[in-house]
């Protein structure tokens, strides 16, 4: 509850909230079921065609990168922090900084969204 009262001083529920939902909607949890990457935490790569796509279009090369640190909960189901640092679908709380990015809804689309 203390973790929910920093937030909330820090205007930072709704970006939680969002983050959440993206869960809910298969954002991570259902990527192995959907061939979107293979399920191991210890695996970096996402293979989703429209979030490759986007990758590409934002100018990235290589693999689009899972985060594969901190722990069970966060590897194999965010995006890389390291590489995207703020958006909304890494592991890694922001202050309420995160922004959705047209990546986060490229991979939305490549669970059939």
């Not at 909960?73 to 900084?97: N, P, S, Y």
């Amino acid at each position: 509850s203390s973790y929910l009262a920093e937030l909330q001083v820090q205007n930072a529920l709704p970006n939680l909230f969002a983050h959440e939902i993206g869960h809910v909607l298969g954002f991570g949890t259902l990527f192995a079921a959907n061939g979107l990457h293979s399920g191991d935490p210890s695996d970096s790569t996402y293979t989703g065609p429209y979030g490759l796509a986007e990758w590409r279009t934002m100018g990235c090369s290589g693999n689009l990168p899972i985060e594969t640190e901190y722990g069970e909960g966060t590897a194999g189901g965010h995006w890389d922090e390291e590489c995207l640092d703020k958006e909304l679908m890494t592991g890694i709380d922001d202050d309420g900084q995160e922004y959705l990015s047209r990546l986060t809804i490229a991979a939305m689309m490549d669970l059939g969204y």
